[in-house]
């Protein structure tokens, strides 16, 4: 028999959709990668949804309706963000089913479990087996590991590849088995890489790019983005072997405190020249750009904003062009 396949908008608890059977797959992959993805974009207007919207939810939306074989989807109502939640309600009304989730902003660990719980018994499985599946996943987690060190110590992956692979990690593509091999496959081929030549290495901050062919561009110009944010974070680099606390550490549901202090933590040891802040059009995330700011003082700092997924305008192109240029001019980088 077919899994079901339960829809995610933001990293949730997989293990728990693993545990019971079920295929999670994350809509923001799917609309990113789709061929399409504009059109999803122009589905959504047509239906009604603001232009004032962030890309990613008329996206995600898109995705819903045009993949059809979506059977749920999980509402996280606290640690995604308000537009999910509308867009959610949206969809629930037209008759999709929808999983709540919840991830308690103070970083409760009893609330976090009762929600883990309560996210068990909507999916008919066990926190045991969920707890099984979290060791499953954590030996892809470990290669994802290795895949980011690739990067900044060896100097042996590109930024795109990182961050296609980390940010595979909220899904394992459906498949953790095949994912878990095309992984291995990916570190035996690197790791027999001659390293990549740009000097500037650069940290990429913020939610994940909707315009993709920003590695390109930037490797382009003589600088390579040896850390994404986010992105890691989605293969759960803070370890524990406690299913709930691993929840709590995981930065992005949370207070922006922890990003800073995780941030500055990996330029420092990256070895990082300049830091790169994504900000999506409309999304309450680019409040954060003040706070970065002021946490990095010294460092580098170039705010850039997407919108649609299309390739990178002239303007931020040129905007990239000028930082990088500006750091190859730089002998000494602090933070
Ligand atoms: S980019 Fe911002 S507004 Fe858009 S889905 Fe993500 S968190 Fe929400």
Request: with cysteine; aromatic share 12%.
């Amino acid at each position: 028999m077919k899994s079901k396949r339960i829809g995610i908008t933001t990293t949730v608890p997989s293990e728990f959709i693993f545990a019971s059977g079920f295929v999670p797959v994350d809509l923001n992959n799917v609309f990113v990668t789709d061929i399409n993805s504009s059109g999803f974009i122009e589905m959504a207007e047509v239906d009604g949804l603001p232009r004032t919207t962030c890309g990613w939810i008329k996206g995600m939306y898109g995705a819903v309706k045009e993949a059809r074989n979506i059977d749920a989807v999980v509402a996280v109502s606290d640690g995604d963000c308000s537009h999910t939640r509308s867009l959610l309600e949206i969809l629930n009304l037209g008759g999709m089913k929808v999983l709540p989730f919840a991830y308690p902003y103070d970083r409760d660990k009893a609330i976090l479990k009762k929600q883990m719980e309560k996210f068990a018994g909507f999916l008919g499985t066990s926190f045991s087996s969920a707890v099984e599946w979290m060791g499953r996943l954590d030996e892809i987690r470990r290669k994802l590991w290795e895949v980011d060190r690739l990067t900044w110590e060896e100097n042996r992956v590109s930024g795109f590849e990182n961050h296609l692979l980390q940010v595979s990690a909220s899904d394992m593509e459906g498949d953790p088995e095949n994912f878990s091999k095309k992984v291995s496959a990916f570190i035996d081929e690197a790791g027999r890489r001659e390293a990549l030549p740009q000097p500037i290495r650069l940290a990429y901050i913020g939610v994940p790019p909707i315009n993709e062919d920003i590695y390109d561009f930037i490797e382009t110009r003589g600088a390579r983005v040896v850390f994404n944010e986010v992105q890691r974070q989605f293969t759960f680099p803070s370890y524990s072997d406690d299913i709930v606390e691993r929840y709590t550490l995981y930065t992005y549901p949370y207070d922006v405190f922890a990003r800073i202090y995780d941030i500055e933590k990996e330029i420092k040891k990256r070895e990082v020249h300049g830091v790169i802040h994504y900000v999506q059009s409309f999304c309450h995330h680019q409040m954060e750009d003040v706070m970065f700011r002021k946490s990095f003082p010294k460092m580098p700092f170039l705010t850039i904003e997407g919108d649609a997924p299309q390739k990178l305008d002239a303007r931020t192109k040129l905007r990239i062009e000028s930082f990088c240029e500006m750091l190859s001019h730089r002998e000494t980088f602090s933070v």
